[in-house]
């Protein structure tokens, strides 16, 4: 049995870390409050975040870093993205040296634009064959219930994409490797904006065909972003790209197309944040990659737009208006 360690208590990093237990590891995940910690190891339940799912004995929460670290085999980086930085700096120092990094957000730096690995190599000093990726659609409480789902984990060093791939391998949860960490982890960030703009559209009360259009746009958006940057434009085919942005976009049990109903509802992203304890990636996020398609000269409309609405420049009409009000051109520009 190996040891794996989860920095990260929330729904996402609890429920991956059921997968590590399944897949037959030890499992420490460290927790921000250490009432939190002692609820997870008394009640084997982070009634928190995923009331209701039952922990296995083989999963332990802790508060100290470097308890929750020593003797890792790999660990695994399950934080909001906007953390990250603030929360590395403080734990670099515990983590093993030879460890892989498995990074579960699905962001862009405010500030810096950079992706989490990329945050992840300046905070550490890894180097990017210790560095890994995992994203696909992988809704926490679905995966919590055990229910089928498949994802990517992917690494610049082949062999380390496929040990861990092997290493988080269940009877529900199938993984597959790749060596496009650009294309997997900017399709995870970017879903989520485009999640955000379906929410608007949903809570507006507009149907299939205009969440469709919005989808599909969307990924022709990302795959414009990410293959500048240069990535595998199959990436955003697969699970990572198509495969999440579905998942995100179509299910209730999406943060960010339920924080987008909301906006479409008329409700302000101070009133949506203030009433609940989870993150919306996206919101943070667009600012960031609308930044970073900038910085590439990427037309990027969507992300604009979902940036207007969250910060109150424009309404929910005026985004829709402006997708609708553009010139044509071929569907490939």
Known sequence: MSKVAVFGAGSWGTAFSLVL?????????????????????????????????????????????????????????????????????????????????????????????????????????????????????????????????????????????????????TSSFRPYSS?????????????????????????????????????????AETARLAMELGADPLTLMGLAGMGDLVATCSSPLSRNRTFGEKLGQGMTTEEITASTRQVAEGVKSCGSILALAARHDVYAPMAEGVHGVVVGERTVDEMMGSFLSRDTKHERD
């Open 179 to 219: 060596v496009d960490v650009i294309g997997t982890e900017l399709g995870g960030a970017y879903k989520n904006v485009i999640a955000l703009a379906v929410g608007m559209a949903v809570g507006k009360g507009f149907g299939d065909n205009t969440t469709a259009s919005l989808i599909t746009r969307g990924l």
């Open 21 to 169: 237990a399944d897949a037959g590891h030890e499992v420490s995940i460290w927790a921000r409050r250490e009432e939190l910690c002692t609820t997870i190891n008394e009640t084997h339940e982070n009634a928190d975040y995923l009331p209701g799912i039952e922990l296995p004995s083989s999963i332990r929460a802790g508060h100290d870093p470097s308890e929750v670290a020593s003797g890792a085999d790999f660990v695994v980086l399950a934080v909001p993205s906007q953390t990250l930085r603030a929360n590395l700096e403080d734990w670099a120092a515990a983590l093993p040296p030879d460890a892989p990094l498995v990074s579960l957000m699905k962001g862009v730096e405010l500030g810096t634009i950079k992706r989490m690995s990329e945050v992840i190599a300046e905070v550490t000093g890894a180097g990017p064959e210790r560095i890994a990726v995992l994203s696909g659609p992988n809704l926490a409480r679905e995966i919590a219930a055990r229910e089928p789902a498949a994802s990517v984990v992917a690494c610049a060093d082949e062999e380390v994409a496929s040990r861990l791939r092997e290493a988080m391998h």
